[in-house]
Nanobody, 120 residues
Framework: QIQLLESGGGLVQPGESLTLSCTAS????????MGWYRQTPGAQRELVAN???????NYLDSVKGRFTISRDDDKKAVFLQMNSLTPEDTAVYYCNVHYDLPNAGKFDFWGSGIQVTVSS
């Protein structure tokens, strides 16, 4: 069974930076898309950024130019560098690993969530 361990969250002031890390354990193979979602109370979970095994990236419009997604398949890890943080970035962030396979279909693994709070 795949388990996702998240770290790097916390409380920062506006304009500061954080880096979120997610490391997978278990039978993970690299033909996947890894990324981060976030959710605030009363809202649906939204994609912040992801990166495919081929290196293609997607970003939420509001974080483009501020956040950078990257992955290290040797470490089975995905990272989200978050710069110039604003209070609107406050949320619980969830690591995600997504598969879309012709034989096994589509399925996702999720981290338990880590709090990011941006406040003065």
């Amino acid at each position: 069974q795949i388990q996702l361990l998240e770290s790097g969250g916390g409380l920062v002031q506006p304009g500061e930076s954080l880096t979120l890390s997610c490391t997978a354990s278990g039978p993970v193979f690299s033909l996947n898309t890894m990324g981060w979602y976030r959710q605030t109370p009363g809202a649906q979970r939204e994609l912040v950024a992801n990166v495919s095994y081929g290196g293609r990236t997607n970003y939420l419009d509001s974080v483009k130019g501020r956040f950078t997604i990257s992955r290290d398949d040797d470490k089975k890890a995905v990272f989200l560098q978050m710069n110039s943080l604003t209070p609107e970035d406050t949320a619980v962030y969830y690591c995600n690993v997504h598969y879309d396979l012709p034989n096994a279909g589509k399925f996702d693994f999720w981290g338990s969530g880590i709090q990011v709070t941006v406040s003065s």
